[in-house]
């Protein structure tokens, strides 16, 4: 048996007493590496060392506490702690929806008519339309007649350049 | 827990008598705060008392005790770990004050107990926060694999592991106090 192997199945075994170790290859493994039985023997001496933690009484006014806790008034029972991280999560989520509704909304694309226009481009195109109608009919009930000579277009009303 | 459902409140009273105390060892054992560890203990007991409904009795009563304990101090010792805010400074400091003060050369017995203890304590601490879990179900709460893996809701491959190594980084510091004086 490899020394890592024996280490790890060993390692298991020192929760039990030592006279329980099984008789197996590994028992075998331990008697003849000096170096497993010290680890293994080290491995155990500090798991029993465990037991060595401190111990602590509560406080007396703990069954108190919770009691004062739990007699609270209706549903807000054992809820009496202030506002912890799940409700700033709660609500930047909320923030986050609302945020992304408004976003998707603008950017979202016209709707598109039978013709291929879009609905704002007809409404565009209806309006210029009716401007066309309106701009027509005025030049046909009020006549233009330019009186002013147009002095780039005539030759005869042009000044000779000054002579050098 | 079956009473308490069916409306005895003096049977949660019980249940609050009889393992108010374990718990709040458990939860100092992870935190190595007591002040935290009483508070942690109340939430553990708050979540028993709302989930009267909801209770099912698949496995032992104490398994799912610890499993909600367990949740609640791996929070805590991860929101801690990440956060950096131990404390023991003062803790340890408040610990050799109350070790030293009766000190008279009679009590050597009781300084090296306190000493063997502060060390355990600090070596427990150092583990990382899955290892202390697991080490601790098992050697002082005297859990089976499987019920460990249940409370900390992974595979009992994955307890093994936690525990091997656990065991590992306590004999290396151990042996470093010894042989160093210092964890």
Redo the contacts between chains.
């Keep these: 048996m490899r020394c890592r192997t024996a280490r790890?199945m060993a390692?298991?075994l020192?929760?039990r007493p030592a006279t329980e170790l099984p008789a197996s290859p590994l028992a075998q493994h331990l008697s003849s590496c000096t170096r497993c039985a010290l680890f293994v023997e080290?491995?155990r001496?500090?798991?029993e060392?465990?037991?060595?933690?401190?111990?602590?009484?509560?406080?007396a006014d703990?069954?108190p506490?919770?009691r004062s806790?739990?007699m609270l008034p209706g549903r807000f029972a054992?809820y009496a702690q202030p506002l912890g991280w799940h409700w700033m999560a709660l609500a930047c989520s909320l923030a986050v929806v609302v945020l992304c509704t408004l976003s998707l909304r603008r950017i979202t694309p016209p709707a598109v008519v039978a013709s291929g226009f879009t609905v704002r481009d007809a409404a565009d195109d209806h309006f210029l339309n009716d401007l066309d109608d309106s701009l027509a009919r005025l030049d046909a009930d009020f006549p233009v007649f330019d009186s002013w000579p147009n002095s780039l277009l005539d030759p005869g009303s042009q000044e000779s350049p000054p002579s050098p | 827990m079956m009473a308490f459902q069916n409306g005895d409140e003096g049977a949660f009273e019980q249940i609050?008598?009889k393992y108010?105390?374990p718990i709040?060892?458990f939860i100092?054992?992870i935190v190595n705060n007591?002040g935290e560890?009483?508070e942690l203990?109340?939430d553990v007991?708050?979540r028993i008392?709302?989930a009267k409904d909801r209770y099912e009795p698949r496995a032992r009563f104490a398994s799912w005790i610890y499993r909600i304990a367990t949740n609640v101090s791996l929070k805590a010792a991860n929101r801690a770990r990440r956060l950096r805010i131990w404390s023991p400074s003062t803790e340890e400091q408040s610990l050799v004050r109350e070790t030293f003060r009766d000190y008279r050369p009679n009590a050597e017995t009781q300084m090296v107990?306190?000493e063997?203890?502060?060390?355990?304590?600090r070596a427990?601490r150092r583990l990382p926060p899955k290892e202390r879990v697991a080490?601790v179900l098992?050697?002082?709460e005297g859990l089976s694999y499987k019920e460990i893996a249940d409370a900390m809701s992974c595979t009992e491959a994955a307890v093994?592991t936690y525990i091997?190594r656990g065991?590992?980084h306590?004999?290396d510091w151990?042996?470093n106090y010894v042989k160093k004086g210092t964890l």
């Design positions: 790890r390692a298991e020192v929760e080290e491995l001496r500090s798991w060392a465990l037991a060595d933690f401190p111990e602590i009484e509560p406080s703990f069954v506490r919770f806790r739990t054992g | 609050l008598d108010h105390r709040v060892n100092y054992k007591r560890a009483e203990t109340q007991f708050l008392y709302r107990q306190a063997c203890g502060e060390v355990v304590r427990i080490i098992r050697r002082y093994k091997h065991k590992l306590v004999r151990i042996l």
